[in-house]
């Protein structure tokens, strides 16, 4: 359960980013109100996670996670460029973190 928190927990990052970006720096309310929320979920599912998940594999799975997932919604959602050396950091961070789960 607890790598179900930690994936809770970058879905939640994943939103509360798409939402800020939505919310225009803050000037249309409902994305504002649900960018805050979705960070104060971040912050539960990862606190539930870090029970049993070491805290240093947990962070960086969730920042690699979040990463992973960010990029592809800014990509897909709004029209970011995917060029071949973006891509490739992001399988290099997602290599990583597979790495240092593995050790």
Request: glycine content about 4%.
């Amino acid at each position: 359960m607890d790598w179900v928190f930690l994936i809770l927990s970058s879905l939640c990052t994943v939103a509360a980013f798409t939402f800020l970006r939505l919310s225009e720096n803050f000037t249309k309310i409902y994305p504002s109100i649900l960018t805050f929320l979705f960070i104060a979920l971040n912050i539960v599912f990862f606190s539930l996670a870090i029970q049993t998940i070491d805290l240093g594999i947990a962070y960086t799975a969730a920042c690699g996670l979040g990463t992973l997932l960010t990029t592809s919604t800014s990509i897909i959602w709004f029209a970011e460029s995917a060029d071949f050396v973006k891509i490739m950091a992001i399988i290099v961070i997602v290599l990583g973190v597979a790495l240092l789960k593995i050790t």
